[in-house]
């Protein structure tokens, strides 16, 4: 077999010939357009444009959600009488936050678990300010558990330790269990209501006015008078047939120092002299109420 070699310069003239006639490209390479074409490309299809856009965009999102601008400074709280505003501010633990990473339903778990707020709402205004609007309980009466007087509001909830002796005016329900309370533990709302009632109906309808309104676990609500004599309501059934009760003894002047109205035929007895203080019989305080 004849070999004959490749004439390589015949072979390299005719690539050169065919680069300048512009007749085809090199075999083995691809044509690439220019950088200007390339640009004019992407600029006719917007490309380019979306690209600077989406760009400035990530560049303002990084700088808003990082900007120590965007971070809540100002707490304005509103609505608050026994609270200290900074104590709520403090507790709702907004300042320095994110103001986007904000979830005000969390904000409002966090104070609700303060025992005097009843209810709240957060507003967010940007850049930096978060506005608190609270609703208080009010403390109704006070409960007297183990030598503490307890605030207590309208719902039977315990508010805190009063700080102060009471006024001349504040009810004070007197509670034998001796229990130790805190803020949030519930009082029986039956009895909160029965004692806030009685001691407006007993001055103004029977002429009565208790030097004593108590609770007891067995007893319930029982009030007792400046002569020592002890009347126990239990509960706030029937109220009204109990008053009658009452005073029905009072007019007629019967003597007496312990009277249950709690059954349907209530009962009395008069067991120490008029004036002298006594306590319920041992088998009465059993009794359910």
Not at 75 to 79: C, D, I, L, Q, T
Not at 254 to 260: A, V
């Given at each position: 077999m004849d070999y004959n070699p490749p004439n390589t310069r015949e072979r390299i003239a005719?690539?050169?010939?065919?680069?300048?006639?512009?007749?085809?490209?090199v075999p083995g390479q691809q044509a690439t357009p220019?950088?200007?074409r390339a640009l004019a490309g992407w600029l006719a299809s917007g490309r380019l444009v979306a690209l600077a856009l989406f760009l400035a965009a990530c560049t303002g999102l990084a700088y808003a959600l990082t900007d120590a601008r965007f971070s809540v400074q100002r707490?304005?709280?509103?609505?608050n009488r026994a609270l200290d505003a900074d104590a709520v501010a403090e507790l709702s633990g907004l300042r320095g936050r994110p103001i986007w990473f904000v979830r005000p339903e969390a904000v409002v778990a966090r104070l609700r678990e303060n025992a005097y707020v009843a209810s709240a709402r957060v507003e967010l205004a940007l850049p930096d300010q978060a506005?608190?609007?609270i609703v208080e309980r009010r403390p109704e009466v006070r409960w007297q558990a183990g030598g503490v007087q307890y605030l207590v509001d309208g719902s039977g909830t315990v508010l805190g330790a009063a700080q102060e002796p009471a006024e001349a005016d504040v009810l004070v329900i007197t509670d034998n269990s001796h229990l130790q309370l805190e803020p949030n533990d519930q009082i029986d709302l039956d009895a909160v209501q029965l004692a806030q009632t009685l001691a407006i109906r007993l001055p103004v309808e029977l002429g009565f006015t208790p030097a004593q309104l108590g609770w007891d676990y067995g007893l319930g609500v029982y009030v007792r008078s400046t002569a020592g004599q002890t009347i126990v309501f239990g509960q706030s059934e029937h109220l009204q047939r109990k008053l009658a009760v009452l005073d029905v003894l009072l007019t007629d002047g019967?003597?007496?120092?312990?009277?249950?109205l709690r059954p349907s035929s209530p009962f009395y007895q008069n067991t120490a002299p008029a004036g002298q203080a006594i306590e319920p019989p041992a088998d009465a305080v059993t009794t359910a109420p």
């Open positions: 005719a690539r050169r010939q065919q680069r300048r006639s512009g007749t085809g490209p220019g950088a200007r707490v304005v709280v509103e609505g506005r608190i609007r019967t003597d007496f120092t312990y009277l249950d």
